[in-house]
């Protein structure tokens, strides 16, 4: 018989993680291949071009435009300052002369004789791209970016807001069940990486910005929480852009949901190891997951889960998460694959599988309710 795939989110020990690190416009490259960079090393950076600020020169000197040029105190190319000369008229026996300022700072980037207008260029923004991936530069991509690469635990969440911090991780609960309260945050985890168990309050994301915590990590949320942390309804399918003062990523789902004891666990045992995390999260095409990575380091060993399967392989034993009621967040294991298509409840037929949430407690539920938990 054929084997049976679904997709999965990917929690690993020990994987090799290769990132792109591009820049949005065409710029300079900062490192070379086969250098090492750590996660807040600057890889690449460019300049974003101003705003342009047209004045109708014409206009403001009551002349046609033909004659604009003669009348201007400045030239292309020119770095102009905010309340310095633009043009001046000559007047009437030298007297009565009018004088046009400049609102803004720029640079004159072009001047019309057809209409007039002169186009002033505000100040280029700064882009600098980070590696957020400690490792080897194993490609460069001129005037682009990077290809940086590395072992690293890596752990795949559901949901994130905000986008990449950097700092060591801290235990804040001593289970995978307990939620993520204020008292858990204390002043010493300015900087760092928070992991909580189930799900996070707002009242705790509230305590953690006012002690300078660089990201949360727990394993739910809930939707008013959430709403209260943005201060609006997140209605769109990408994330990433949100700043409220630190990262989120959640691995499980909204609720009341207990992270799995698995993930807690990598977590717990990397402890004060310095992770990059990203909470941006895209569900249209071309799938994001916000994520977290840890280098592999020289005593790391490797988990037992690790391996096991092919990626995305529907098996007996195979962790896994339920994604649709009545279920929705339980995370058990594959106990059975049937062959036949299985009525439901609605009427229609469709392939199952019986899922093991332990203590005896098993269930049938549709494959396409299902999502694997990736080793």
């Known amino acids: 018989m054929g084997q049976a795939y679904t997709p999965g989110l990917k929690v690993t020990t020990d994987t090799l993680l290769k990132q792109r690190r591009v820049l949005p416009l065409r710029g300079e490259v900062m490192v070379q291949a086969n250098t090492t960079v750590g996660a807040q090393d600057v890889v690449a950076r460019a300049e974003l071009p101003g705003d342009i600020m047209p004045i109708n020169m014409a206009n403001r000197l009551s002349v046609p435009p033909g004659d604009v040029r003669s009348l201007l105190q400045v030239e292309k190319g020119m770095q102009i300052n905010k309340g310095d000369v633009l043009a001046e008229t000559k007047g009437i026996f030298g007297l009565m002369k009018s004088k046009v300022l400049s609102d803004n700072s720029g640079v004159v980037e072009s001047i019309s004789d057809t209409t007039g207008q002169l186009i002033l260029r505000g100040p280029s923004t700064p882009v600098e791209v980070l590696a957020y991936l400690p490792g080897k530069v194993v490609e460069v991509l001129d005037g682009e970016g990077v290809v940086i690469e590395n072992q690293v635990a890596l752990i795949q969440g559901i949901f994130g807001i905000g986008g990449e911090a950097f700092g060591p991780i801290c235990m804040a609960t001593s289970s995978h069940e307990e939620a993520l309260e204020p008292s858990h945050i204390t002043d010493n985890m300015r900087g760092a990486i928070v992991v909580g168990g189930a799900r996070v309050s707002?009242?705790?994301?509230?305590?953690a910005i006012e002690v300078g915590v660089a990201g949360i990590v727990a394993g739910g949320v809930?939707?008013?929480?959430?709403?209260?942390?943005l201060g609006y309804d997140l209605g769109v399918a990408i994330t990433g852009s949100e700043r409220i003062g630190l990262t989120v990523v959640i691995t499980e789902g909204f609720g009341e949901i207990a992270m799995s004891e698995r993930t807690f666990r990598i977590l717990q045992s990397r402890e004060g190891r310095q992770a990059s995390v990203n909470?941006?999260?895209?569900?249209?095409a071309g799938v994001m997951r916000p994520e977290i990575v840890i280098p592999v380091g020289a005593n790391d060993t490797a988990d037992d889960a690790d391996s096991q399967w092919e990626a995305g392989q529907l098996a007996i034993g195979r962790p896994l998460r339920v994604i649709r009621d009545p279920w929705f967040g339980r995370?058990?294991?594959v106990s059975s694959l049937p062959a036949e298509p299985a009525v439901l409840d609605s009427g229609s037929r469709t392939r199952v599988l019986e899922v093991d949430f332990g203590n005896g407690e098993k269930a049938i539920v549709p494959r396409a309710n299902v999502e694997l938990i990736e080793a």
């Open 202 to 207: 707002h009242a705790a994301v509230q305590r």
């Open 222 to 229: 809930d939707d008013a929480d959430l709403k209260a942390m």
């Open 279 to 284: 909470g941006a999260t895209q569900i249209r």
């Open 331 to 333: 995370i058990g294991t």
